[in-house]
């Protein structure tokens, strides 16, 4: 049972817009910064978004981060093929001391 | 460039030890905190321990402490992973990551190293 509830999977149609929730409470999401991750078999995982809504270098302006209270979202737009993978969100937790995970959402295009 | 790369896995039975090792470069890693992230097979992303910067702070997952120590040498680059008293439950891919400051989840990764724990 994960700290961070997202749903286990999501899909959608090439060129769509897709939205993966992810679910928390006061110590982690509520009062910490939110990450999303992508990852691919085999690879490592890749940072989408870090600080809620903030995007690396290198990581297309399709992928988007939200946070409103103890909730987050990770919003991709013009979905594509190459967007297959599996998405998690993350958050410190200053209860725990932890860094804690969701269950992460597996995304079929 | 920053390039993470761990070693050190393998096949252990249940009750034996690992050590594994991440060795950093293409950043101060002197400056850096170090997470241990974990799946497991079939599973999702499981955080395990972290230790900060100068070594003065560490952390571990509910499910490791007591039984696993992270440890680090600045003057080599590495940061270590004793796992002692290993069960079936560890086994899965061990990922060392970079902090990117403060208290926040990881921003670069390494690819990882694999632990299979079986009699």
């Known amino acids: 049972q994960s700290v961070l509830t997202q749903p286990p999977s999501a899909s959608g149609t090439p060129g769509q817009w897709l939205y993966i929730s992810c679910s928390g409470g006061?110590?982690?999401?509520?009062?910490?910064?939110v990450y999303w991750y992508q990852h691919l078999p085999g690879a490592a995982p890749k940072l989408l978004i870090f600080?809620?809504?903030q995007r690396p270098p290198g990581v297309p302006d399709r992928f988007s981060g939200f946070k409103s209270g103890t909730s987050a979202s990770l919003n991709i737009g013009g979905l594509r093929s190459e967007d297959e993978a599996d998405y998690y969100c993350?958050?410190?937790?200053?209860?725990?001391?932890?860094?804690?995970f969701g269950g992460g959402t597996k995304v079929a295009v | 460039q920053v390039y993470l790369v761990e070693s050190g896995g393998g096949v252990v039975q249940p009750g034996g030890s690992l050590r594994l090792t991440c060795v950093a470069s293409?950043?101060?890693?002197?400056?850096?905190?170090i997470h241990w992230v974990r799946q497991a097979p079939g599973r999702g992303l499981e955080w395990v321990s972290f230790i900060r910067f100068d070594g003065n702070k560490k952390y571990y997952g509910d499910s490791v402490k007591g039984r696993f120590t992270i440890s680090r040498d600045n003057s080599k680059n590495t940061v270590f992973l004793q796992m002692n008293t290993l069960k079936s439950a560890d086994a899965g891919v061990y990922f060392c990551?970079?902090?990117?400051?403060?208290?926040?989840?990881?921003?670069?990764w390494g690819r990882g190293t694999l632990v299979a724990v079986s009699s």
């Open positions: 600080k809620n809504d």
């Open positions: 006061a110590s982690n999401i509520g009062t910490n910064y």
């Open positions: 990551a970079k902090d990117p400051g403060g208290t926040n989840p990881p921003e670069s």
């Open positions: 993350a958050s410190w937790d200053g209860r725990l001391s932890a860094v804690v």
């Open positions: 293409g950043f101060s890693f002197s400056d850096s905190g």
